[in-house]
Structure formats: structure tokens, C-alpha cells
């Protein structure tokens, strides 16, 4: 027993010779993953902060500043669709359910359907992003009468992989988003089938909320998001099969100035549709109310942003 004790003293005496003085200890060896009280996470010893809890959003940690909120990617129901490739999420019994896209920085290019029974898509998307990391795709999609199924497929090439996430809660994530759709269609202008219409915005925008709907007949619609001429950032075509029961709603991310969203009624003459193209978040410091009469006390300035990108 003496004799390994004084193995041990030497072999502590040695190893204190290699540390330099004054040396500090790597920031990676001050944390341990002991359960804290948001969850399993990391958290600092001593501290009642987790640094990476399930439920600690906004806690402040001693000399780290405050815990990023967590985003839908965070959760189990994010998964990679590499492309080419084809994934299914099987969505449970919900009145709808938001759809994220995004990728590193690259383009995006992804079919987005809605299935309801064999050979039954009622809903369908066509969308492509210029930078799916600066204008990830956001948009709600009505799941009514039992279990739906959303599959996305990436139209890309395979070097060009993306995020998705089904989220079923959406006023966990997003508060305040479901409101847009009590949007009463009086309060909607009128397109016709075949017509256009456009939306400019102030740099202060920078997200905006399209929500399209019919009276019960087929919807066909195309939106896009243009900055300077013949510029598409965003192209989004959508088909709904009962544009009353399965309205269409989009979250536009609006980085930069110059900001136009035109929206096509790509119907014949018999489909008309009714469209809110508005205002969804104002950076702080515009109060003017030059965004279309919406300012940061206004209405469509929610307590944060679709997704909490």
C-alpha cells in the first residue's frame, strides 16, 4: 500500500511539471453533463444555470450571457434530405401543422405535398430559394378530417442537401401566427384568375405574411419575392384543393431594402382568390408607421419571428 502511494505522488509530481504556470484549463473541461433544471444538458458545477437545458431559454449564465432560444432544428423532428431524395413525416391528428425549410447558404429546391389517403394530395408546393439560410421557407399547412402525411422531396442535386421540420404545436413555436388566419375575407383584396398583384415594403419589413384563399373552389397560385428587377429571391407555386378548407399561408423572410412581393393567380377567369399581403415582423427602431401603416405597436409585430430562426 506505501509503495503505490508513492508510485502515485511521483506520477502527480510529474505531471504538474508539463503544466505551464498560469496555464488555463480548455473551457470544454468546465463543464459536465449533469442533468440541470431544464433537462438533460450541460450546465457549469457549482451553477443552477444549464448551459443547453430543454427549458432554460433566455436564462442568463455567468459570464456567457444569454442561453440561445432553441429552434424546431434543436428537436428530434428535424432530419437532413439529401438530394434527390424523398422524406415522409407522418403527422398526428392536428388542425395544422408548419413546414421548415433551410439550408447552409445554398440554393433550395423541394416539392412539398400533402397526403390524405391513397393517391389523395390535396395540397401541393413548388418552391425554390435563391439562399436558404437568409429566407428559410416557413408556411401552415390545414391538416383537417384525421391523420395527414407531408412528404418533401429535394429537387436538387446531391450536393445541395436541406432541413426540414414538421412541427404540430405551432403556438409553442411561433405565437401569435395562427391569428392571421381569422383574417375575415372582407378585409382581403380580390384577384382574379389570370391576374397580378403587387406589394412594395420598407427596408424596416423584414418578414412578411401572404395568406391566400378561395370560396371553397381549387386554388392556384404563384408568389414570389423579388429585390431589384427580374431578381426572384423566393418562388413559391401552390395547388390547394379547397382553397376554404385548406387556405394557403406563407412567412416571406425580407433581409435588405427593396422588398416586392408579387402574387399571380395563375387560375383561369373563374377562380377568383382572395389575398392579405402584409406586414409580418418590423425591426425595432422603425415606428413611423411607414410599412404600410404598420408600425412596432401594430399588429403584425408578433413576439418573435416564425421558427425563432
Do not use: C
Not at 53 to 69: F, H, L, Y
Not at 171 to 193: F, H
Not at 205 to 224: H, Q, W
Amino acid at each position: 500500500m506505501k509503495l503505490y502511494s508513492a508510485l502515485l505522488a511521483i506520477g502527480v509530481a510529474q505531471t504538474a511539471a508539463f503544466v505551464a504556470p498560469g496555464a488555463k484549463v480548455s473551457e470544454s473541461k468546465l463543464f459536465s453533463s449533469i442533468p440541470g433544471p431544464g433537462g438533460v444538458g450541460l450546465r457549469e458545477p457549482g451553477t443552477n444555470f444549464s448551459v443547453r437545458g430543454a427549458d432554460n431559454a433566455g436564462q442568463m449564465v455567468p459570464g456567457r450571457g444569454p442561453i440561445p432560444s432553441r429552434t424546431p432544428f434543436d428537436t428530434p423532428n428535424s432530419i437532413t434530405v439529401q438530394g434527390g431524395s424523398l422524406r415522409t413525416f407522418s403527422t398526428p391528428v392536428a388542425e395544422r401543422i408548419q413546414v421548415l425549410l433551410k439550408t447552409e447558404g445554398r440554393p433550395l429546391n423541394a416539392n412539398v405535398e400533402l397526403w390524405h389517403g391513397p393517391d389523395n394530395t390535396p395540397q401541393k408546393m413548388n418552391i425554390y430559394i435563391e439562399d436558404g439560410n437568409a429566407r428559410p421557407f416557413s408556411a401552415l399547412i390545414e391538416t383537417p378530417r384525421g391523420q395527414n402525411a407531408i412528404a418533401i422531396r429535394n429537387t436538387a442535386q446531391m450536393e445541395f442537401p436541406l432541413t426540414a421540420a414538421v412541427i404540430d404545436d405551432v403556438e409553442a413555436v411561433s405565437p401569435g401566427l395562427t391569428q392571421i388566419l381569422q383574417k375575415p375575407p372582407s378585409e382581403m383584396q380580390v384577384i382574379q384568375g389570370g391576374a397580378l398583384r403587387t406589394f412594395s415594403f420598407a427596408p424596416a419589413v423584414s418578414s412578411i405574411a401572404v395568406l391566400l384563399r378561395t370560396d371553397g373552389r381549387p386554388l392556384n397560385a404563384r408568389i414570389e419575392l423579388l429585390q431589384g428587377p427580374n431578381n426572384n429571391k423566393q418562388v413559391v407555386e401552390v395547388y390547394t384543393e379547397d382553397g376554404m378548407e385548406r387556405p394557403f399561408f406563407i412567412v416571406l423572410e425580407t433581409p435588405g431594402s427593396g422588398n416586392v412581393v408579387r402574387v399571380v393567380n395563375t387560375a383561369t377567369i373563374e377562380f377568383p382568390m382572395n389575398a392579405s399581403v402584409e406586414p409580418y415582423m418590423v425591426e425595432d427602431g422603425y415606428g413611423d408607421g411607414s410599412s404600410r401603416g404598420w408600425d412596432n405597436g401594430g399588429p403584425g409585430n408578433f413576439p418573435s419571428r416564425v421558427g425563432q430562426w
